[in-house]
T-cell receptor
Framework: EPEVTQTPSHQVTQMGQEVILRCVPISNHLYFYWYRQILGQKVEFLVSFYNNEISEKSEIFDDQFSVERPDGSNFTLKIRSTKLEDSAMYFC???????????????FGDGTRLSIL | DQQVKQNSPSLSVQEGRISILNCDYTNSMFDYFLWYKKYPAEGPTFLISISSIKDKNEDGRFTVFLNKSAKHLSLHIVPSQPGDSAVYFCAARRGNKLVFGAGTILRVKS
């Protein structure tokens, strides 16, 4: 069964450094998402992306964050200057037709654990 | 964000019996509800979903019930199996995003 893959599984970075988290969504999916889960807290929506632009973002997704689909298969989340509070599990997800128009579930990768020192 | 609540942090059930996981929501704009299962060190795995226009959806051992007037949904697993032991997340969709509950740890004892 096709799946969303994320790399690396664990990223350790010094505070203030830039980090890029990578995702390969399921190949025929058109909508892509990033979520995060801080230890002990709920899974939170960050951003959704369709047709090479952001379709929705949360208040968490400030100017330090950006997303990109640099080629036909990868989807990346960049944090420009990491803070201690960015430490979390980051999950990438994708779905086929886009949530507002169809009842297709979002499928998640196994996440990247980001640790900021 | 308290829009989706799972009030039971954990549930313990004997193998072969029914597991019932509950979820409450406050936002009437949610139009689609999903249950995900999560094992340690893995991402959420989609289990079953229901549209807001339905009140029941069944898939094998898993059934989701939606009570819109009460803003409540539940997941029934019958019969429960030890492999069902995991964290179960309820999620509700508004626009492009999913809003998650805090999760319920299900332990199925053999």
């Amino acid at each position: 069964e096709p799946e969303v893959t994320q790399t690396p599984s664990h990223q350790v970075t010094q505070m203030g450094q830039e980090v890029i988290l990578r995702c390969v969504p399921i190949s025929n999916h058109l909508y892509f998402y990033w979520y995060r889960q801080i230890l002990g807290q709920k899974v939170e929506f960050l951003v959704s992306f369709y047709n090479n632009e952001i379709s929705e973002k949360s208040e968490i997704f400030d100017d330090q964050f950006s997303v990109e689909r640099p080629d036909g298969s990868n989807f990346t989340l960049k944090i420009r200057s990491t803070k201690l509070e960015d430490s979390a599990m980051y999950f990438c997800a994708s779905d086929t037709q886009g949530s507002p128009y169809s009842n297709q579930p979002q499928h998640f990768g196994d996440g990247t654990r980001l640790s900021i020192l | 964000d308290q829009q989706v609540k799972q009030n039971s942090p954990s549930l313990s059930v004997q193998e072969g019996r029914i597991s019932i996981l509950n979820c409450d929501y406050t936002n009437s704009m949610f139009d689609y509800f999903l249950w995900y299962k999560k094992y340690p060190a893995e991402g959420p795995t989609f289990l079953i979903s229901i549209s807001s226009i339905k009140d029941k959806n069944e898939d094998g051992r898993f059934t989701v019930f939606l009570n819109k007037s009460a803003k409540h949904l539940s997941l029934h697993i019958v019969p429960s199996q030890p492999g069902d032991s995991a964290v179960y997340f309820c999620a509700a969709r508004r626009g492009n995003k999913l809003v998650f509950g805090a999760g319920t740890i299900l332990r199925v004892k053999s």
